[in-house]
């Protein structure tokens, strides 16, 4: 069951991907705005086959959840370690200059992966507020980062290694690796291979 926290155009772009990658039998919303929750279930509920309702707020939302994607402007984290289930994988992808959306209990129990080291690292305000304000506080070192997604899509580095493992991946955005993946689109376009989806 995934989390979703979040209602703007990134949680719906999330809800969509999880979707079409796992079997969701049911889908939380939760929001900073209950109406904006609301209506993104809503909208949700119309593409999927499954149950999708908000919820009150982001510790519900992620009761029980095996995924979580946080997609917030958020201050104060919106994950934090006594809400999560074993197992769970969380994406990160939002930001905010003056806050972060993961706690640190998450960030020091969790498996980290990045995209970038360099990008999630890189000083303020370029990288990961919630790898660099615990790396200052010295709470964690650089060397927390388990992996590049490049090093688990190569194999050189191993993904989850127990079943209760928490998971977690969070982004900053790098437009190298954006357009590496548009020039793998029109290549395969080109050549009539793999398939096509809309997650949109």
């Not at 201050?75 to 993961?102: F, K, Q």
């Not at 991946?169 to 029109?186: E, H, I, K, P, R």
């Amino acid at each position: 069951m995934p989390a979703v926290l979040g209602t703007g155009v990134q949680a719906r772009s999330h809800a969509r991907a999880i979707c079409r990658v796992r079997p969701i039998r049911e889908i939380r919303v939760a929001g900073r705005d209950a109406v904006k929750a609301t209506a993104l279930a809503e909208e949700l509920s119309a593409r999927f086959e499954g149950e999708v309702r908000a919820v009150s707020g982001y510790a519900e939302a992620l009761d029980g959840a095996d995924i979580a994607a946080a997609t917030t402007h958020a201050v104060e984290p919106v994950v934090r370690r006594s809400w999560l289930t074993p197992g769970v994988h969380i994406t990160s992808v939002g930001y905010n200059p003056a806050g972060r959306e993961v706690d640190d209990a998450t960030i020091a129990e969790a498996l980290v992966c990045v995209e970038s080291r360099r990008a999630a690292l890189a000083p303020f305000p370029a990288g990961s507020n919630d790898l660099l304000v615990p790396i200052r506080d010295g709470l964690i070192t650089a060397d927390h980062v388990h992996a590049e997604l490049g090093e688990l899509l190569a194999g050189s580095r191993p993904g989850r290694t127990a079943p209760d493992q928490i998971t977690l991946y969070t982004s900053v955005g790098v437009a190298a690796q954006d357009a590496a993946a548009t020039l793998v689109v029109a290549a395969a376009r080109e050549r009539s291979v793999g398939e096509e989806i809309t997650l949109g």
